[in-house]
């Protein structure tokens, strides 16, 4: 609809191109303005797509992990009895654990309570480093996930003799980064042969020193009790292995048995990891707001500042609705590049930090849509009352005021 002027003249309508000419206009006309102000909407998007960015990499991260480690596993320890003394399983725990059917592999490491490790004879009694000493057996790699990071693992003839795998924390602590050296382990000397890649799932075996079932019962004086059995069972079965388990292991008490699954401890990482986020966007949130905040203090600014140029334009002939266009396109554009901006920034952080951390780089299609959405209603909402102000300035009046 085109609107009539006093002379009866019916006005130009403005083109698109026209709007954002004009609307750049103001724009350059006062550039450093213009800057502070899309810089405070770029900080708050920037803010959003960050935590969104950086939070859906290491969600990305974590799944792949999952999926390698695998969710299958399964783990059994003692609790408590009903007294509240420390239980213990039964020496054939293991083996009726590995009767179930849809279970499929099965390795048990037990406690070596009485054992330390040291560097040599020379390190002080107290200063144990935190290493416990566990008897393994040999399919506890395979089962749990676990890797080499130099060396071999215990088979059926070292597991016999004096031999001892670290894990990745106690060789750190020990200073022992390759196979080779010996340690003092409980008393009698140790020869290392291999040092474990961390292990995700199994996080107690990090700290430990592994030696074999048998060679512990012969050298340590181990009583042969499991304390810890792991379990692999089929991916579908895993819940009704979950549910027999306790009483599978020991049978006359299944109430002094634990069981957990290793993965629910990175899923609940997940879920904290997720809930930490939203703290964040809300905190994204609120610089954004400040941004929009900024924004529409710039355009009533201007609009005090260009008073005698709107009243000039509405005495040759501009319509309220091309001012209050004029106006309103300067906020979406000032909003607009801020929000551009704020969308890369936002981005190249997660990029840098996903790369630093060795993680995939996500960043959510609808974070840099939202991003851009949420800088136009904030420059539709930060422009509109100046718009209209401007739009209501008589054109005698405006002229005087100049």
């Not at 390795?107 to 107290?126: F, L, M, P, S």
């Not at 005495?315 to 266009?325: D, H, K, N, P």
């Amino acid at each position: 609809m085109t609107v009539v002027d006093h002379s009866g003249l019916t006005p130009a309508r403005l083109r698109v191109s026209d709007v954002l000419r004009v609307g750049g206009t103001g724009l350059r006309a006062r550039p450093l303005r213009a800057f502070l102000s899309a810089l405070g909407i770029a900080i708050g998007i920037a803010a959003m797509t960050a935590v969104v960015g950086i939070s859906s990499s290491s969600r990305a991260d974590l799944d792949q992990q999952l999926a390698a480690l695998g969710t299958n596993l399964l783990t059994v320890a003692p609790g408590d009895t009903m007294f509240g003394d420390s239980a213990t399983l039964p020496d054939e725990s293991v083996a009726m654990i590995s009767r179930i059917g849809p279970v499929y592999e099965v390795a048990a490491i037990g406690r070596v309570t009485d054992a330390r490790v040291y560097r040599n004879d020379r390190i002080a009694e107290v200063e144990t480093g935190g290493i416990s000493v566990q008897a393994a057996q040999p399919d506890l790699p395979r089962t749990v996930g676990a890797t080499l990071a130099t060396g071999t693992w215990l088979n059926a003839a070292t597991a016999r003799y004096p031999a001892v795998v670290l894990g990745a924390a106690a060789a750190e602590r020990l200073g022992i980064g390759a196979a080779g050296p010996q340690v003092l382990l409980g008393g009698r000397w140790f020869t290392v042969l291999g040092v474990l890649d961390p292990v995700p799932l199994a996080p107690e075996l990090d700290s430990s020193a592994l030696v074999g079932w048998a060679a512990a019962a012969t050298y340590l004086g181990f009583d042969g009790h499991p304390t810890t059995v792991y379990t692999r069972s089929d991916d579908e079965q895993v819940e009704a292995v979950r549910s027999v388990l306790a009483a599978t292991a020991n049978p006359e008490a299944p109430n002094e048995v634990e069981v957990s699954r290793p993965s629910d401890a990175l899923a609940a990482r997940r879920a904290t990891n997720r809930t930490f986020t939203a703290l964040l966007l809300g905190l994204g949130a609120v610089a954004l707001l400040v941004g929009g905040i900024g924004v529409a203090n710039t355009m009533v600014i201007s609009v005090l500042e260009r008073r005698a140029e709107i009243g000039l334009r509405r005495s040759l002939g501009a319509t309220r609705g091309q001012i209050r266009t004029q106006f309103v396109a300067e906020s979406l554009l000032l909003s607009l590049l801020g929000g551009a901006g704020g969308v890369l920034l936002g981005s190249g952080v997660t990029f840098f930090y996903s790369l630093w951390q060795a993680w995939p780089t996500v960043v959510p299609a609808w974070v840099l849509g939202g991003g851009v959405g949420a800088t136009v209603l904030i420059g539709a909402l930060a422009g509109l009352y100046p718009a209209v102000r401007a739009s209501l300035l008589p054109p005698t009046e405006a002229l005087a005021a100049s």
